[in-house]
């Protein structure tokens, strides 16, 4: 089980990455020009742009390498209790995310924007759905 798991949860976190990877190239799915991109992702309309080359880049790889971290399981290194620790870290980032959708004043600013409802229904979820199995595979 832990092996399916690792490995679900690195594709998925490789498949993030590479969605970032897509925006800051100037991909505008799910929207179909940058303002609806950004409705559909920041959540922000009046004057937010894309996120930047440099900043998209920065996420991608952030994700890549959590996505390297949980591969890292898969195999015994010199480093195992460093690597432990680190997928703590990526457990809290993605539970205090997912969490985050549910505080109310922290993704006000979206209200009304498409963002609002995926964030609600798809985002916040994956991101609690990706903490969850991180906890999972670090007991």
Not at 42 to 61: D, F, H, K, W, Y
Not at 80 to 89: C, F, I, S
Not at 118 to 124: D, E, Q, V
Request: hydrophobic share 60%; with cysteine; aromatic share 10%.
């Amino acid at each position: 089980m832990a092996l399916a798991l690792a490995l679900i949860l690195a594709a998925a976190l490789f498949a993030l990455a590479g969605i970032h990877l897509y925006w800051a190239f100037g991909g505008r799915w799910p929207g179909h020009d940058e303002a609806s991109m950004v409705e559909h992702v920041v959540g922000r309309t009046r004057g937010m742009r894309a996120p930047s080359l440099a900043s998209g880049v920065a996420v991608a790889l952030a994700l890549a390498a959590g996505g390297a971290l949980v591969a890292a399981t898969l195999v015994s290194t010199p480093w195992d209790t460093a690597l432990k620790v680190a997928r703590w870290g990526l457990f809290a980032v993605f539970a205090g995310r997912g969490l985050a959708t549910y505080v109310p004043p922290v993704f006000r600013y979206a209200e009304g924007t498409p963002f609002a409802t995926l964030n609600r229904r798809a985002y916040g979820p994956l991101c609690l759905a990706i903490a969850l199995g991180l906890l999972i595979l670090q007991l």
